[in-house]
């Protein structure tokens, strides 16, 4: 039975109409929640670069669809604590606390390691997979003692590195306008010191994760699905694209068939996810 584009189309609109007061309820829940996982990606639309946002939890995923990547205004009433990539915007959010992931410090460290021969980096790099094994060896609660210690670690790796590089020449720059640039190294070292209590939190509270990856895994299946197809027509489509598959992520997540889910959704039938 052929279904032509127009069907699909007009199915998906209906479909994503349907699904919005779900969509209202994901948003308010993941909002609420006590640690949330933000990112973003460019969103292919009417040929122009727009942003894709997801805030998840293990239970629950929900997507926004912007023209501006600092469209945060959706966000403003969060709670509880945000992990993300330090993403300088997250940082206008009120109310709320910060979590940095550190597979992104892991993967700048061994750059720093292998490229540019940075001792401290090997040194930090192995202090944080260290913090890591403490974390899951005491999933409640480290003993005292092992996190002052890490924390005096923390600050004695971070001293050597910025000693390091506060004896190195100064970087030449093409014009006597503006700043004199840093390395690269010694910008990753002024955010673990500026920063040192949200790259540290997951040590001190015990539902703060070490890494942001739930949400790149959120955003892997958007991107796959923007190769595939190569984007978006209009805007309202990718809203609509963004409201199903909020519920179908959610759905998948709390594992629930994704077809019933549909059927129900088109049927009429109230949807059996947990908001709890």
Request: charge should be positive.
């Amino acid at each position: 039975c052929a279904i032509t584009p127009g069907t699909i189309a007009n199915s998906s609109k209906a479909l994503a109409q349907i699904l919005s007061p779900v969509v209202e309820k994901i948003a308010k829940f993941v909002k609420a929640s006590p640690v949330k996982h933000l990112d973003e990606t460019g969103f292919r639309i009417g040929g122009q670069t727009n942003w894709l946002h997801v805030v998840s939890t293990e239970t629950v995923t929900w997507y926004r669809a912007v023209g501006k990547r600092k469209d945060l205004d959706p966000l403003i009433d969060l709670s509880g604590v945000v992990m993300h990539d330090h993403w300088k915007p997250y940082y206008q959010l009120s109310g709320v606390s910060h979590s940095l992931c550190n597979a992104h410090h892991l993967r700048e460290l061994k750059a720093l390691k292998e490229l540019d021969q940075e001792s401290w980096a090997n040194a930090m790099s192995k202090l944080l997979c260290l913090a890591n094994q403490y974390r899951h060896r005491y999933p409640q609660n480290i003993p005292q003692h092992i996190l002052q210690r890490l924390s005096q670690l923390y600050q004695s790796v971070l001293n050597r590195g910025l000693a390091f590089h506060e004896s190195q020449p100064p970087l030449t720059r093409q014009s006597n306008r503006g700043r004199i640039k840093r390395r690269v190294g010694h910008n990753l070292l002024l955010r673990l010191k500026h920063y040192a209590s949200d790259v540290l939190r997951f040590l001190f509270e015990p539902d703060v994760p070490f890494t942001n990856n739930q949400a790149e895994r959120d955003l892997r299946m958007m991107k796959c699905k923007q190769k595939i197809s190569g984007g978006f027509r209009s805007f309202n489509s990718a809203v609509d694209f963004t409201k199903i598959r909020s519920v179908l992520s959610t759905a998948r997540k709390q594992n629930l068939n994704l077809l019933d889910v549909l059927i129900g959704a088109f049927s009429g039938q109230p949807l059996s996810l947990s908001f709890a």
